[in-house]
């Protein structure tokens, strides 16, 4: 079977061989409400899911070349410590008991709300900020100066 792919070269010319298929979307998780017997069983999946993923960041550094940059391992241990953040290995269990949803949906429900967490702590930060500005603007005008380490 032969077909046509139009767009933007990288180089001219033309080119035979395998097409791949590259995206930037994302791939969703199903998200459900689970009966309240399959609670258990839910956080079990989940927590088999985890040990699942932990066991692939470790095959793949002991595959990591010699040669290979020390950032490689650097890389996989951390994704190896976010997995073993009880944000990410702990809260959406809570979530799988409190809320019988499943697992891909207890995580998106906790991203959700980290998000939320993260937007209101930055615009705090951004409020104290300006009230920081406000204070040292308006401080000259009373005649007396601000000491910027107490202001900040």
Known sequence: MNFVLHGHAVSGG???GYAHLVTTARLEVVH??????AVETEVRRFEVALHKA???LSTLRTHIPA?????FSAFLDLH?????DSALSEAPKQVIHERRANAGKAQKLRDVATDRLEDNLADRRFQDDEGKHDLQAE???HGRPID?????
Not at 67 to 71: C, F, L, M, N, V
Not at 80 to 84: E, G, N, P
């Open 14 to 16: 033309i080119t035979i």
């Open 139 to 141: 401080a000259p005008r």
């Open 80 to 84: 190896r410590m976010i997995l073993d």
């Open 67 to 71: 040669d290979a940059p020390h950032e």
């Open 148 to 152: 910027r380490a107490t202001v900040c």
């Open 54 to 56: 932990r066991d692939e």
């Open 32 to 37: 459900y409400e689970i009966p309240s017997e």
